[in-house]
């Protein structure tokens, strides 16, 4: 592969290898093919990793649900309202996770002859995490226990008003922990400080993963009290097609115990998945069996929305369905709000991306607007952290004076640590998350001491992190060996994800045939060709207004080489390769 003439690319980054290219010796010991050995190395893998890499079980992955803080407490308290047959509420986050991981809880207990009722918070009239109103009015309703999913580390007060109450709460998180912990009968989470080394070595997990591993516990407990001498055992393995798309939505890591969660998940989904899920699914635009891309860009956008701009518990009602009707109705109402919620999105990241433009090269991309809907600032902070490479933070304004925002970072800038820190300042009512991600609100008058806050804080992290930034390559070819069967091989080490990247390959020497605007204008599609006779379809996705975007749009004629994702395109019976564009270099 050639060098930039002057050392950067179009986008004006370096192209690297991720990792050197293996020997056929080194392949061979790997055990899988050369390509597939490639990727795996280049991903951390090693020789003794590849058959539980290759053939993912739960039994090589997953650890002993006691070493997390408070498990058996939790799954003894759990197990005791099953044996009671107490009245248990289930207090879960509006976003992904938090609709999976209730769900899982949810269709556990209902297994074992529970019948959990279950609240969503509004996100603009409660905001994120347990109220002490909630809580008590789930107490007034008959709860004797209530679970605590994707918040609530800390939720002091609201904590504390349940246990003077006399309600117990099992807390099930994972996002950051103070030195200190709120009032609880048991706070599942391992990002907890007092956490072992071995719990710690599981802070990749995500909340649906972590009410999984209760799951395993819960029904061990049972087991041991020998519950199940005359009742059947729940059969868990039902539930990893909702643990998996927690587990890619939430954008945690697909590494270890997570990656085998959305490997197993997508083969039962592919045999007998959940009945809601498989409900959004259907809006696929492509064919064949579902994949990791299809939990995160059609099911979990759609899920979020409900919790964006709609009802809150639209999600969790769909994953939790037992009549077809109704979830054929919640699928396509949660279709037309993802269909509204990108209509918001739009109009926000422009006002956003402007506003982000005129700060000029700042560490922390900090911007903040009134009536900008606080459901999608999330979303516009991701698009504007992979528009400028540097963490953004995005807050929408109320009539009030309140800003609710939301913050994306990049790899090596621990978002989540920083804005505990303002927090711990006094310049947050609230906030919290975790190193890539993270929410708080803040009062109006208090948004640009915070912007230069965190700009202080952060400004050494995120100069490192963009001197290393690189475009990783893993392998090149020729543009007649853009094809399926490349496809279908690059496939062998997947799913991929966060923390486990999808291939990116380096092709080329082409020449631009054509390059027009599509989707509502926010993509590039073009067509090249090579010297081999190789033709090459393919998309710059949402660079119909970057310097990609108008490399291709003017570069008719133009050597090029290509560097993105290989994707199959199926429609109507008929398979196509494209490639996925994420860099350009000048050939010429």
């Known amino acids: 592969m050639p060098p930039p003439p002057d050392g950067r690319s179009v986008s004006g980054r370096v192209w690297a290898w991720r990792a050197e290219p293996l020997a056929l010796a080194e392949a061979a010991r790997m055990g899988a093919g050369d390509v597939a050995a490639g990727l795996f190395a280049a991903r951390g893998a090693t020789a003794r990793d590849m058959p539980r890499l290759l053939r993912p079980t739960l039994r090589d992955w997953m650890p002993d649900p006691s070493v997390f803080p408070d498990m058996d407490a939790a ?12 009245a248990v509420a289930v207090f879960a986050d509006y976003d992904v996770d938090g609709a999976t991981s209730a769900a899982i809880l949810i269709r556990h207990l209902r297994a074992l002859g529970l019948a959990p009722r279950a609240h969503v918070p509004d996100r603009l009239l409660e905001g994120y995490g347990p109220g002490a109103g909630a809580l008590l009015r789930l107490q007034a309703e008959g709860a004797t226990l209530a679970l605590v999913l994707d918040c609530g580390t800390q939720a002091f007060d609201a904590l504390d008003a349940a246990a003077a109450a006399g309600l117990d709460v099992v807390v099930v998180d994972h996002h950051k922990a103070l030195p200190a912990l709120p009032a609880a009968r048991a706070i599942v989470n391992p990002a907890r400080l007092d956490a072992s080394a071995e719990a710690c070595a599981h802070r990749g997990l995500c909340t649906a993963g972590l009410a999984f591993l209760l799951a395993v516990a819960v029904n061990r407990e049972l087991r041991r009290r020998g519950r199940f001498g005359a009742a059947p055992e729940p059969r868990l393995g039902e539930l990893l097609d909702l643990v998996a798309l927690g587990t890619v939505a939430d954008m945690v890591p697909l590494t270890g115990l997570n990656r085998a969660f959305v490997a197993l998940g997508l083969r039962r989904m592919a045999e007998a998945p959940n009945a809601g899920l498989a409900a959004l699914l259907a809006f696929r635009s492509g064919e064949g069996p579902p994949t990791a891309r299809d939990l995160g860009f059609v099911a979990g956008p759609r899920i979020n929305a409900g919790g964006r701009i709609g009802e809150a518990d639209l999600g969790l009602r769909l994953l939790i369905s037992q009549n077809a009707q109704e979830r054929e109705s919640i699928a396509r109402t949660l279709d037309r709000l993802n269909a509204e919620r990108r209509a918001i999105e739009a109009q926000v990241t422009e006002s956003a991306l402007e506003a982000a433009l005129r700060l000029g090269d700042v560490p922390v991309a900090l911007v903040a607007g009134r009536g900008w809907h606080p459901g999608v600032v999330g979303i516009v902070a991701a698009r504007l952290k992979e528009r400028l490479g540097r963490p953004a933070i995005v807050i929408g ?12 970072s990049i790899a090596g800038v621990d978002l989540g640590a920083a804005v505990l820190a303002a927090r711990a300042a006094g310049l947050l009512e609230a906030g919290g998350g975790h190193a890539m991600a993270a929410g708080l609100t803040v009062r109006a008058d208090g948004i640009e001491a915070l912007g230069a806050f965190l700009c202080a804080r952060l400004a050494a992290d995120v100069a490192r992190a963009r001197a290393a930034d690189r475009l990783l390559i893993d392998l090149t ?7 399926v069967a490349l496809a279908e091989g690059l496939e062998v080490a997947g799913p991929y994800g966060e923390g486990w990247p999808v291939p990116r390959v380096a092709l080329g020497p082409v020449r631009l045939f054509e390059a027009s605007i599509v989707g509502g204008g926010g993509h590039v599609r073009f067509v090249a060709g090579g010297a081999d006779g190789g033709r090459v379809q393919g998309v710059a996705f949402r660079h119909a207004e970057t310097v990609l975007g108008a490399a291709l749009l003017g570069g008719r004629g133009r050597a090029l080489w290509l560097a993105g994702r290989v ?10 390769a494209e490639l996925h564009l994420d860099d350009a270099v000048g050939a010429d």
Not at 397 to 402: A, E, P, R
Not at 477 to 483: E, F, M, S
Not at 567 to 576: C, D, L, P
């Open 75 to 86: 799954a003894a308290r759990v197990a005791d309202a099953v044996e009671r047959g107490e």
């Open 397 to 408: 304004v109320d009539n009030g004076g309140t800003g609710r925002g939301s913050g994306r």
């Open 477 to 483: 070819v020729a543009p007649r060996g853009l094809d």
């Open 567 to 576: 994707e199959v395109n199926r429609w109507q019976g008929r398979e196509r």
